[in-house]
Structures are given as structure tokens and as C-alpha cells.
């Protein structure tokens, strides 16, 4: 194997007990990501526990904490290969509760899978106003992940079993809200599968014969195929930019014995070296980078699109935090914003949005409350025409340009220069009540001589 795999990050989202870690289990078990000894173990301890049916997630739910609950929290990276990629997954949390933890996943991700369950209550009940199959799918597409596969998983659990009646049904249904958010349809894949049983996941299913194949039209290409691994082997590799600044938002900082700081995230544009000095925003650190890994193999030279851990000199850990975002020193390092002016759509807000509301927003791996100071137009959110100048308050369905102002230093960019930090996600009321890109920033002059 002479030639580099290209990388795709890929987020498995979708409503909490969709089957959304064992089927990923499962395929990280059949490509090769886990060793069977793991799982021999991970069956044994599943048995005594009275949790059989849990092992493949097991694979994923790794934290403790999570092993009694059977809920995946933190976001978990895991590898595997097919043809032509290599996929690194992450698995995104279900709950409600842990929606913020999904959107720093599905922020550094090329590609969704939404795994819907056809089984009876468990389809309706994530497809229902407040279900998270519709939530998920709305956030990856807001951040920016345009290819999305759906898995009906649990086919086996269905009367009668595989049937096809019900794959229809769930397909209709899911096709039709993914138009409504701004998924074209035909271009979507929709695969029915068993994560458990393993059915039409790497071979294609005895079990359902009337299951033709899957199909996308998209002007990257038609792509046709069976099984779920293919539609994998399908995917449009995402066009990185390697040669615009560094960018790489921090998703955790460690600690780690004999080595030191380890900051962790997904290189978004530009490219990472050992020796490079970086500028932590809004930290207001700098740094050298000592050495960098992905998958705890070194690497000399790291590109966008890898998630990377790196290990610098002389930062403490509690210096830096999750949403940081490093850049090169020497090359438009990043800088906080005093505010910045959006372009958003309100989704659903019970009342009105007047100056001075202030939700939390989740942008890239940051989550930070901002205060909306200005609303300045009310545009249409088909054509981006302007409306009506200095609305008064904005409602749910509305679209306007707005300034925000954040109530803690915070790093983003325009949404033109580096789209992967000029998307966000705002939330109240546990639930997103809108979402939106950055079209400009005012830069803190404090934090540095302006550019």
C-alpha cells in the first residue's frame, strides 16, 4: 500500500437508542479497528451485566462512566479502513442533554451517517418535533457537513422483520425533512441495516431480497451500490485547504505524564510541523510545537482534515481550553473578536427576539454566550433579499443580519475566509433556536496590533 488513504472524519448522529454505537462497533470491529481479544472481553463483561446485546457499542463507550449507563458522552475517535479511505469515526451523543457535546463532534466532521431506528415508537419518537433525528440533521447540515448518509438501522426488530412496507415508510418520512433543512434527496443514500446482526452492513443481505440497492445522483458523480460499506467507499472527498493560514480549534487539552501539554483537535485549514510556533486565541499564548500524532503514530508534517494531538513547550494545561483555536505565529495568526456581524435564521424561539437576547453559541469546538447588540435587517431567507431595516424583534422562520457580542473573549472567523469557523449554532431552552454564519469580524485590537 504505497499511496496515503485519503481522510474523511465521519459523525454518526441521531436519536439516543438508534443503534447508533453498535453499528458503528460493529464496523470498526469488521474493518479492523478493534482487536477481537477487546471484544471477547467487552462480550464477557456485557454478559455479567445483563447487557448481551451491548458488545459492539461497548467497542465505543469506552469511559467508565458511560459502561453503566449505556449513553455515549464525551465524543469518541476511532479508525478503520475500506477501499479507498480511511475513516475516522466519531460518534456523537444522542441525548438531548449532550447536544452540545454532538455539535463539537459534527463540527469537525466531512460527512454525517444519521442512524434512524425502524423499529415501532422508536422511528416516531426521534422524528417528532422534539425527537434528536430532526435536530442532528438540521445542526450537521448548519455546520457545514453537506454529504449525509441514512442508516435504518434495527430491520431485525421490526413485524414483520425486514420488511419493507416499514423501510419505505421511514425512508419518505426522513427524505422529506432532510429536503425541507436543504439536503437534496436524490443525493442522499438511504441503506437499511442491522447493526446488530450485522445485515447489508459489509455483505450484501440475503434477508431482504427486495432491497434493490441504493442509489445518488450528484454532480460529483452517480454512485450506486448495496451494502453500507460501499456507500462509505461513495463518499466525495472533501477539497482541504492546505494552503491557507493554520487554523485548528482545540477540542480538548491533556495532560500526559512525561510528555506535558497536549492540545487535541481537527486541523481545519493550513498544515502542522514540528518546530512551528503557534498563537493560541484567545489564550493569548504562544508556543512551540514539540512533536505531533495522529492515532499515536508521529508525524512530521500534519494536513487539514487530521485530527492531531501535539505536544508543546512551556503551556500549562489550565492555560488552555476547549474552543482555543491555534494558528501560525508567522502567518495571520488567529485573534479574538470584539463582535461580529451573522447572517441567521431563528428556528424555534416560543416568543420574540428583541436587542440584548443572549443565547449560548456553539462555533467550531467553542461554546460561548453572545449578546445579540444589533439586529439590522430582516432578509428573505430564500433569495437573501433585504426585508426591512432595524426589525424590531425576529420570530421563529425569520432570517436577518445581526451583531453579536460576546461575553467572553472567543476566536472566529469570517465564514468566506475559513467556513469551518464562521459557522455556529445558537441555543436556549435546550434545544437550537438558531443558526447561522459569520459574514464579518471586528478584531480585538487589545489582543494584538491590527493586522
Same mark, same amino acid.
Given at each position: ?20 454505537? $453498535?453499528?458503528?462497533?460493529?464496523? &470498526? ?11 471477547? /472481553? ?5 454478559? #455479567?451485566?445483563?447487557?448481551? @446485546? ?7 463507550? /469506552? ?12 465524543? @469518541? ?30 463540527? #469537525? ?47 431485525? +426488530? !421490526? ?13 419518505? %418520512? ?31 443481505? #440475503? ?5 434493490? *440497492? ?19 467507499? @461513495? ?26 501539554? &497536549? ?12 518546530? +512551528? ?61 470584539? %463582535?461580529?456581524?451573522?447572517?441567521? !435564521? ?6 420574540? !427576539?428583541?436587542? *440584548? ?18 439586529? /439590522? ?18 420570530? @421563529? ?24 469557523? *464562521? ?8 434545544? $437550537? ?5 459569520? /459574514? ?12
Amino acid at each position: 500500500m504505497a499511496k496515503e488513504r485519503t481522510h474523511i472524519n465521519v459523525v454518526i448522529i441521531g436519536h439516543v437508542d438508534s443503534g447508533k454505537s $453498535t453499528t458503528t462497533g460493529h464496523l &470498526v470491529y469488521k474493518c479492523g479497528g478493534v482487536d477481537p481479544r477487546t471484544i471477547e /472481553k467487552f462480550e464477557k463483561a456485557a454478559a #455479567q451485566m445483563g447487557k448481551s @446485546s451491548f458488545k459492539y457499542a461497548w467497542v465505543l463507550d /469506552k469511559l467508565k462512566a458511560e459502561r453503566e449507563r449505556g449513553i455515549t458522552i464525551d465524543i @469518541s475517535l476511532l479508525k478503520f479502513n475500506t477501499q479507498k479511505y480511511t475513516i475516522t469515526i466519531i460518534d456523537a451523543p444522542g441525548h438531548r442533554d449532550f447536544i452540545k457535546n454532538m455539535i463539537t463532534g459534527t463540527s #469537525q466532521a466531512d460527512v454525517a451517517l444519521l442512524v434512524v431506528s425502524a423499529a415501532k415508537g422508536e422511528f416516531e419518537a426521534g422524528i417528532s418535533r422534539n425527537g434528536q433525528t430532526r435536530e442532528h440533521a438540521l445542526l450537521a447540515y448548519t455546520l457545514g457537513v453537506k454529504q449525509i448518509i441514512v442508516c435504518v438501522n434495527k430491520m431485525d +426488530m !421490526i413485524e414483520p422483520p425486514y420488511s419493507q412496507k416499514r423501510y419505505d415508510e421511514v425512508v419518505q %418520512s426522513v427524505s422529506m425533512y432532510l429536503k425541507k433543512i436543504g439536503y437534496e434527496p436524490t443525493a442522499v443514500p438511504f441503506v437499511p441495516i442491522s447493526g446488530w446482526t450485522g445485515e447489508n452492513m459489509l455483505t450484501a443481505t #440475503q434477508k431482504m431480497s427486495w432491497f434493490k *440497492g441504493w442509489k445518488i445522483r450528484r454532480k460529483e458523480g452517480n454512485a450506486n451500490g448495496r451494502t453500507l460499506l460501499e456507500v462509505l467507499d @461513495s463518499i466525495h472527498p472533501p477539497v482541504r485547504t492546505a494552503n491557507k493560514p493554520l487554523r485548528l480549534p482545540l477540542q480538548d487539552v491533556y495532560k500526559i505524564g512525561g510528555v506535558g501539554t &497536549v492540545p487535541v483537535g481537527k486541523i481545519e485549514t493550513g498544515i502542522l510541523k514540528p518546530g +512551528m510556533t503557534l498563537t493560541f486565541s484567545p489564550a493569548k499564548l504562544t508556543a512551540e510545537v514539540k512533536s505531533i500524532e495522529m492515532h499515536h503514530q508521529g508525524l512530521e508534517t500534519a494536513l487539514p482534515g487530521y485530527n492531531v494531538g501535539f505536544n508543546i513547550k512551556n503551556v500549562a494545561v489550565k492555560n488552555l481550553r476547549r474552543g482555543d483555536v491555534a494558528g501560525n505565529a508567522q502567518h495571520d495568526p488567529p485573534s479574538d473578536v470584539s %463582535s461580529f456581524t451573522a447572517q441567521l !435564521i431563528i428556528l424555534n424561539h416560543p416568543g420574540k !427576539i428583541k436587542t *440584548g437576547y443572549s443565547p449560548v453559541l456553539d462555533c467550531h469546538t467553542t461554546h460561548v454566550t453572545c449578546r445579540f447588540s444589533e439586529l /439590522k435587517e430582516k432578509i428573505d431567507r430564500r433569495t437573501g433579499r433585504k426585508l426591512e431595516d432595524w426589525p424590531q424583534a425576529l420570530v @421563529s422562520g425569520d432570517a436577518a443580519t445581526v451583531k453579536l457580542v460576546p461575553n467572553r473573549p472567543l476566536c472566529v472567523e469570517s465564514f468566506f475566509t475559513y467556513p469551518a469557523l *464562521g459557522r455556529f449554532a445558537a441555543r436556549d431552552l435546550k434545544q $437550537t433556536v438558531a443558526v447561522g454564519v459569520i /459574514k464579518s469580524v471586528e478584531k480585538d485590537q487589545g489582543s494584538k496590533k491590527s493586522k
